[in-house]
Nanobody
Framework: QVQLVESGGGLVQAGGSLRLSCAASGRTFSRYTMGWFRQAPGKEREFVATITWSGGSTYYPDSVKGRFTISRDNAKNTVDLQMNSLKPEDTAVYYC?????????????????????WGQGTQVTVSS
């Protein structure tokens, strides 16, 4: 498993941008499919973005497609989430997570439980 620590959350006005970063420890980081998730109060945790071990393929749900971009740097053991054109409904705690399964499997199954390692989360608040 890998240990994950998120950073970069905060308060931003609607239409603004934030960049979240996730630092991973462990020599096997490059073997994992990585993902960003979010959970708003009273709601279930949901997918935000996922990326293959190589960074060559990504997935976004319609709610963030075209506004959010996930990227990773295997040399630095980091995975980032660039969030643009933020909306109040993007307000949530954002989590970084790692899955030992292939990207195609986690995207097809859409199961939170496929991700075995999680960070502690970082709060993102978008004001209107």
């Amino acid at each position: 498993q890998v240990q994950l620590v998120e950073s970069g959350g905060g308060l931003v006005q609607a239409g603004g941008s934030l960049r979240l970063s996730c630092a991973a420890s462990g020599r096997t980081f490059s073997r994992y499919t990585m993902g960003w998730f979010r959970q708003a109060p009273g709601k279930e945790r949901e997918f935000v973005a996922t990326i293959t071990w190589s960074g060559g393929s990504t997935y976004y749900p319609d709610s963030v497609k075209g506004r959010f971009t996930i990227s990773r740097d295997n040399a630095k053991n980091t995975v980032d989430l660039q969030m643009n054109s933020l909306k109040p409904e993007d307000t949530a705690v954002y989590y970084c997570a790692a899955s030992p399964l292939s990207h195609s499997v986690v995207v097809a199954r859409q199961r939170i439980s496929d991700f075995s390692s999680w960070g502690q989360g970082t709060q993102v608040t978008v004001s209107s």
